[in-house]
């Protein structure tokens, strides 16, 4: 089972809003489903395979998540990809 947060609710979030974002929705997937999260932080890079503005967001958001909760499993910035369909 899959959750997804959005941070639509805020045209531009901060790196510490992102990191809010993220945190709240490991709290409530705790609470509601009964299982450890794992929080991945999306963007069009992984792991430094692009650059620009959106992908520093998203590191510092991984980063200040992580160390604001260090027993958390967060990983970021990575690719969303579909996974790929049998020919």
Do not use: K, W
């Amino acid at each position: 089972m899959l959750t997804f947060t959005d941070c639509a609710g805020r045209a531009y979030p901060t790196v510490d809003q992102l990191a809010d974002i993220a945190l709240a929705a490991a709290n409530d997937r705790r609470r509601i489903v009964g299982d450890e999260p794992i929080i991945a932080f999306l963007s069009f890079s992984t792991h430094g395979s692009g650059q620009g503005a959106s992908v520093d967001l998203v590191r510092e958001a991984a980063r200040a998540a992580s160390l604001r909760e260090p027993g958390l499993a967060v990983d970021g910035e990575l690719q969303g990809t579909r996974p790929s369909l049998p020919r």
